[in-house]
């Protein structure tokens, strides 16, 4: 079983910055993927970014490559992901989830087990 706690958001305003942070537990991490999913009110629950837990490997959505970052510090078993320039368009309810098995990155929503309760990002005009 796997365990994911998002934190770090809240309300910004255009162009601002924030950092998400996705605190995992329950099992060893060396063979998952995280990823960073979203869901803006109305809308389905989208790609974002991923990241291979025991390699550099990473995958962004074309909506926010060149202003978001995904990392991880494998040491205290949480991924990141920083976010800069937001646009108003980048609000949702952001989601942490985890691909056990190193089956790698992946940008499909069904390819990932565990889920976090996710955290709001509101970016103001």
């Known amino acids: 079983q796997v365990q994911l706690v998002e934190s770090g958001g809240g309300l910004v305003q255009a162009a601002d910055s924030l950092r998400l942070s996705c605190a995992a537990s329950?099992?060893?991490?060396?063979?998952?993927?995280m990823g960073w999913f979203r869901q803006a009110p109305g809308k389905e629950r989208e790609f974002v970014a991923a990241?291979?837990?025991?390699?550099?490997?990473?995958l962004y959505a074309d909506s926010v490559k060149g202003r978001f970052t995904i990392s991880r510090d494998n040491a205290k078993n949480t991924v990141y992901l920083q976010m800069n320039s937001l646009k108003p368009e980048d609000t949702a309810v952001y989601y942490c989830?985890?691909?056990?098995?190193?089956?790698?990155?992946?940008?499909?929503?069904?390819?990932?087990?565990?889920w976090g309760l996710g955290t709001q990002v509101t970016v103001s005009s």
């Open positions: 989830a985890a691909r056990p098995g190193g089956f790698g990155v992946s940008w499909r929503r069904n390819a990932y087990e565990y």
């Open positions: 329950g099992r060893t991490f060396s063979n998952v993927a």
């Open positions: 990241i291979n837990w025991s390699s550099p490997s990473t």
